[in-house]
């Protein structure tokens, strides 16, 4: 790492980053600097953020609930919301019943875990680093994605990525067999996409974003395959908007899911769970 700029030049690029509309321009420098190894470098790195591009493409990195999760231009860039997902999820794995015939049996058995739409693959390696046993499978449409997603589950034992539509790759064995089917589907509305910050409609994928017109299509194709897939009382979880719960509950309580709504003010997140019956 190198022990550069010195500080006239580390303000230069403060300002310069702070002229683009960086809110937070000395975190960002401070970031750069300790990712950049010359100056020819760092100045290309400044450059391309202050034209636009995120600081997570720019790094080659996005931190995720405190794990270095690689990304690259072309890949959705997970949310710190998106952590709120991860929070529910590990509270809906399944547990130990004290006292059980079966107890050792269970805690020799991993969590099934399935992460769909899954992007860098954050949501399924966040949930692997914090659960003591899982057996991870995730997929995604896009080849770029799924290259990423490959890249950071290396480090997950046994886990495995898939380039398919949803569940279409996922190993039938699986069925009827996944503790969590996580999914961090699009749920922006199409004519909402406009209105998104730049460098999300500039940079990110619009298969990322784009939801429908209501910002639900994905979320009910997701609702709607789920309950093949999932254990006895294994649960389904997808991030959305506050505004459009209500809808997202009819569309998890129609394919036969116990449904309930989670809020994090903090993080401005909403997950909807449904379990199994």
């Not at 321009?25 to 990712?35: F, G, P, S, V, W």
């Not at 539509?165 to 996922?170: E, Q, V």
């Not at 609702?223 to 997202?248: D, F, K, M, N, V």
């Amino acid at each position: 790492m190198s022990t550069f700029p010195e500080p006239p030049r580390a303000t230069d690029i403060v300002e310069r980053l702070r002229a683009a509309g960086c809110v937070f321009a000395e975190d960002e420098a401070r970031l750069l600097i300790a990712a950049a190894e010359h100056d020819d470098e760092l100045d290309a790195m400044v450059r391309r953020r202050t034209h636009g591009m995120p600081l997570e493409y720019v790094l080659g990195w996005a931190e995720f609930r405190g794990l270095r999760i690689a990304v690259e231009p072309g890949v959705f860039v997970p949310r710190r919301r998106t952590e709120f997902l991860v929070e529910q999820a590990i509270e809906s794995a399944p547990v130990d019943t004290p006292g059980s015939v079966d107890t050792a049996k269970a805690r020799a058995r991993r969590t099934v875990v399935v992460d769909l739409c899954c992007g860098s693959g954050a949501v399924g390696v966040a949930l692997a680093a914090d659960l003591p046993s899982v057996e991870l499978h995730a997929a995604d449409l896009d080849p770029v994605s799924v290259r990423c997603a490959r890249r950071n589950m290396a480090s997950v034992n046994g886990g495995r990525v898939y380039e398919g539509d949803l569940d279409s790759s996922l190993p039938h064995a699986l069925r009827g067999g996944v503790d969590i089917l996580v999914a961090n589907v699009p749920y922006v509305p199409t004519d909402a996409v406009a209105l998104l910050p730049p460098e999300a409609r500039d940079h990110e994928p619009r298969h990322a974003l784009d939801g429908g017109a209501d910002g639900l299509d994905m979320l009910r194709r997701v609702a709607a395959l789920a309950p093949a897939w999932l254990a006895p009382a294994g649960a389904l979880l997808i991030e959305t908007s506050a505004q459009q719960a209500s809808r997202a509950v009819d569309a998890f309580e129609h394919h036969g899911l116990a449904t309930r709504v989670a809020t994090s003010e903090a993080l401005n997140a909403t997950v909807v769970i449904g379990t199994r019956r």
